[in-house]
């Protein structure tokens, strides 16, 4: 896709169409008031018709066959007030989609008065939701749906009122494109059905990725975890003929350094509950039960593109979860890498398990923090339904520095307690841990079963059950979503940023809930 910045208007602009947004309190200001002006205000009959009132997610297309651009589409921002760089992403995926659709393959979309102080983050935004809105999710049918094909977008700084800075718009540009094509790599990752999609692929395509990119990479078999006693994840790997992965990839920003974040993903590539099993419902969806692996190899993909100065390790432990002959059943025991046991009292909770092995690795390859994200509990979606992600930490400080990015990132995340009732609730009679519990707070006896694995390590547990893949949507195809990608690149970016300033938030060392590392 090309991308370009302009400062024309509806009647010079060399584009199919020009995206406006409007607020909802029906004011019309910067490139809205040209082109306003420019269509004899036919923006302001739209509105004042109340066709559309400038809602979220709102669109009207007008025909301006006397113009340069044929086409302006009115989209609807909400409330002026509540106005946040990241909406623009979702915006500009409506358009995309809405215009590409109708087989536009050249989009202007104008920068909305309020953007301007953030300019860097508008343009990324834009740039990023934009190419996230091409993706298509029928790549398996013999007649796919008429393809996106955006060529190019172009950028309108057109206000007239205000200059933005070159650099700025540059930089915009180029993050953007890298996290809109990452948050696609991990979406294409998980849209691709089991049968094509295991574990061996996983590592395929992280090897491809890391060769494209100049990434380390290393993928465990079957052999080198039993040597390492991953007994956990060999385990849960038991009932499946495919055999089971731990995909690392490294990325080396500031060698010499010893401080080194972790990402860990679950890299399930189908859950069908084991001798657990689940119901038939919905059982397919669990072909997405990779998404947090997905997420963490295309998170290291944007992050070797963008080079922030920290070392980051991604690592997948990947495995199908089926109740084969050999499969683990109810009652086993098994015994991780740091030798705790655990009793398996429910082969559907199995994510914990191939996590809590890839947790240990994680140390071993000196991990200095933690994040792991994963599909891990249907009692999150029962939590926050599909409207944010669970965040659960041993490390208050550590956790208070991400959400604060994390929630400008375009995703949402919560913060839930851990408290010792879990902690107690996950212990085992016969052995150290049990695996599953019963149904009181499941999301969070989920976190505490992981904190066995972490040590002392700050670290933080996101779930993201409701918000790795979605029915409905109008800012991208139906299925994965690509979270967690865009809130860990920019928490990372934001760490190697303010510890190159020497600041204090996520630059200090986290470390106030734990203070032995
Ligand atoms: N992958 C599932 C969790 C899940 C459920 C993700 C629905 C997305 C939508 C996980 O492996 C699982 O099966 N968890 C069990 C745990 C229980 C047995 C303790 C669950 O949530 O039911
Ligand atoms: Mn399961
Ligand atoms: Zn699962």
């Given at each position: 896709?090309?991308?370009?910045?302009?400062?024309?208007?509806?009647?010079?602009?060399?584009?199919?169409?020009l995206?406006v947004?409007?607020?909802?309190?029906?004011?019309?200001?910067?490139?809205?008031?040209?082109?306003?002006k420019?269509?004899?205000g036919?923006?302001?009959?739209?509105?004042?018709?109340?066709?559309i009132?400038?809602?979220t997610g709102?669109?009207?297309?007008?025909?301006?066959?006397d113009?340069?651009?044929k086409r302006?589409l009115?989209v609807?921002l909400g409330?002026?007030?509540k106005?946040?760089p990241?909406?623009?992403a979702k915006?500009?995926?409506?358009?995309?989609?809405?215009?590409?659709?109708?087989?536009?393959?050249?989009?202007a979309f104008?920068?909305?008065?309020?953007?301007?102080?953030?300019?860097?983050?508008a343009v990324?935004?834009?740039?990023?939701?934009a190419?996230?809105g091409?993706?298509?999710?029928?790549?398996?049918?013999?007649?796919?749906?008429?393809?996106?094909l955006?060529?190019t977008?172009t950028?309108v700084?057109?206000?007239?009122?205000?200059?933005y800075?070159?650099?700025?718009?540059?930089?915009g540009?180029?993050?953007?494109r890298i996290?809109?094509?990452?948050?696609n790599?991990?979406?294409?990752?998980?849209?691709?059905?089991a049968?094509d999609?295991?574990?061996?692929?996983?590592?395929?395509?992280a090897e491809?990725?890391?060769k494209e990119f100049?990434l380390?990479f290393?993928a465990?078999?079957?052999?080198?975890?039993r040597?390492?006693?991953?007994?956990?994840?060999?385990?849960?790997?038991?009932?499946?003929?495919?055999?089971?992965?731990?995909?690392v990839?490294?990325?080396e920003?500031?060698?010499?350094?010893?401080?080194k974040?972790a990402?860990?993903?679950?890299?399930l590539?189908?859950d069908?509950?084991?001798?657990?099993l689940?119901?038939?419902?919905?059982?397919?969806?669990?072909k997405?039960?990779?998404?947090?692996?997905?997420?963490v190899?295309a998170?290291l993909?944007?992050?070797?593109?963008?080079k922030p100065?920290?070392?980051?390790?991604g690592l997948?432990?990947s495995?199908?979860?089926?109740p084969g002959?050999r499969?683990?059943?109810?009652g086993d025991?098994?015994?991780a890498?740091?030798?705790?046991?655990?009793e398996?009292?429910n082969?559907?909770?199995?994510?914990?398990?191939?996590l809590?092995d890839?947790?240990?690795?994680?140390r071993?390859?000196?991990?200095?923090?933690?994040?792991d994200?994963?599909?891990l509990?249907?009692?999150m979606?029962?939590a926050?339904?599909?409207?944010?992600s669970?965040?659960?930490?041993?490390d208050?400080?550590?956790?208070?520095d991400?959400?604060a990015?994390?929630?400008?990132?375009?995703?949402?995340?919560?913060?839930l307690?851990?408290?010792d009732?879990?902690?107690?609730?996950?212990k085992?009679?016969?052995a150290?841990?049990?695996?599953s519990?019963?149904?009181p707070a499941g999301?969070?006896t989920?976190?505490?079963?992981?904190?066995?694995f972490?040590d002392?390590?700050p670290?933080?547990?996101?779930?993201?059950a409701?918000?790795?893949?979605?029915d409905?949507?109008?800012s991208m195809?139906?299925?994965?979503?690509?979270?967690?990608?865009r809130?860990l690149?920019?928490?990372?970016?934001e760490?190697a940023?303010?510890?190159?300033?020497?600041?204090?938030?996520?630059?200090t060392?986290?470390?106030?809930?734990?203070t032995?590392r």
């Open positions: 896709m090309n991308i370009r910045v302009s400062s024309g208007t509806p009647s010079s602009l060399d584009a199919g169409a995206v947004p409007v607020f909802d309190d029906g004011k019309l200001d910067g490139a809205t008031e040209v082109a306003d420019e269509l004899s036919a923006i302001a009959d739209v509105l004042s018709s109340g066709e009132k400038g809602k709102e669109v009207s297309l007008i025909h301006a066959k113009l340069k651009v302006v009115i609807g409330d002026r007030k106005f946040e990241q909406m623009l915006t500009a995926g409506t358009a995309v989609r809405y215009l590409g659709k109708r087989g536009l393959r050249s989009i104008a920068l909305p008065i309020e953007a301007q102080h953030h300019v860097r983050e990324s935004f834009i740039v990023e939701g190419i996230a091409t993706i298509d999710s029928t790549t398996y049918r013999s007649e796919q749906d008429k393809p996106i955006l060529e977008l950028l700084t057109s206000a007239g009122t205000h200059s800075e070159q650099k700025a718009l540059e930089e540009v180029e993050r953007g996290l809109g094509e990452a948050v790599v991990a979406r294409l990752m998980a849209l691709t059905p049968n999609m295991t574990p061996t692929h996983m590592a395929a395509r491809e990725l890391a100049g380390g290393d465990l078999d079957e052999d080198r975890m040597e390492l006693g991953m007994g956990s994840l060999l385990g849960v790997s038991r009932g499946s003929d495919e055999p089971a992965k731990l995909i990839l490294t990325y920003g500031d060698p010499g350094n010893s401080e974040i990402l860990v993903g679950k890299g590539t189908f069908s509950g084991g001798i657990s689940k119901p038939a419902d919905n059982m397919h969806e669990m997405y039960d990779m998404s947090g692996g997905a997420g190899i998170a993909s944007a992050i070797a593109r963008l100065k920290i070392n980051v390790i997948v432990p495995s199908e979860n089926l002959p499969a683990m059943k109810p025991v098994l015994r890498m740091n030798g705790k046991t655990i398996v009292i082969t559907d909770a199995e994510g914990r398990l191939i809590a890839a947790l240990c690795y994680a071993k390859l000196g991990a200095t923090r933690i994040i994200c994963a599909t509990t249907g009692a979606v029962v926050l339904g599909h409207a944010a669970g965040a659960i930490s041993n208050d400080a550590f956790v208070k991400f959400l990015v994390a929630n400008r990132s375009g995703e949402r995340y919560w913060h307690p851990l408290y009732e879990y902690t107690t609730a996950v085992s009679e016969i150290d841990l049990r695996n519990t019963g149904r999301s969070l989920a976190a505490a079963f992981l904190q066995s972490v002392k390590v670290w933080i547990h996101l779930d993201i409701g918000t790795a893949y979605v409905e949507s109008s195809a139906k299925g994965p979503t690509g979270t967690p990608v809130a690149v920019a928490y990372v970016e760490l940023r303010s510890r190159a300033k020497g600041g204090n938030g996520a630059a060392p986290a470390g106030t809930a734990t032995a």
